[in-house]
């Protein structure tokens, strides 16, 4: 078996989404759910040649509830990448981006409801908040974007540090200090011990 490849038992629903599958157009291929969520940031190689390894022993499990059942994902993101995702990027109209991390179970409206108070008081954008709150990987954010808002990707500062070398900021103290470039390390930003001595 690939390591993207997956065994999805024969029952009335799976043959519906094949079915529906079928009928989309050419252009919007559904990518195996490994594939997908590796993409995305969601799971690692190791985690998803794991869950394969147990479909191997329990067939009659799909990959996305092995995952579930790891405890790597939540359910309902499997049956969103599964069942809409494909719907999804072939749509010509787009919801904001916090419907989609909700409707996933990637993001809950607790923290769609923080993110947007903030985005309000600051202006910055959604999906960087949701990143620099540790709220979301950079990675699904990037995914997000490049699948659903292209236009939006290319002006992602998270798109340009995946893509290349760690982008640098340069700080200093006095005027007689000298500037020191250092990466940037969302994670550490709202750590106080980050930018105290």
Request: hydrophobic share 40%; aromatic share 10%.
């Amino acid at each position: 078996m690939s390591l993207y490849q997956e065994n999805y038992p024969h029952s009335n629903k799976s043959r519906a989404i094949n079915h529906s599958l079928g009928q989309q157009s050419q252009a919007v291929k559904q990518k195996p759910i490994g594939k997908l969520l590796i993409e995305a940031g969601l799971v690692s190689k190791t985690q998803l040649e794991l869950a394969l390894q147990d479909q191997e022993n329990f067939p009659n499990l799909r990959l996305g509830e092995i995952m579930a059942m790891r405890g790597w994902i939540n359910s309902q993101t499997a049956d969103f990448f599964v069942e809409d995702w494909s719907n999804i990027i072939s749509a010509d109209n787009r919801k904001p981006l916090g419907e989609y991390l909700a409707q996933s179970a990637i993001l809950e409206a607790q923290q769609i409801e923080k993110i947007l108070a903030k985005q309000k008081d600051t202006g910055v954008r959604f999906g960087a908040i949701a990143v620099m709150q540790g709220l979301l990987r950079s990675t699904t954010l990037d995914f997000f974007l490049d699948h659903l808002f292209p236009q939006e990707a290319s002006t992602s500062p998270f798109v340009a540090m995946n893509r290349s070398e760690s982008p640098q900021v340069t700080y200093g103290g006095d005027e007689d200090e000298e500037f020191v470039e250092v990466p940037i390390f969302f994670e550490e930003w709202e750590q106080e011990s980050y930018w105290e001595e």
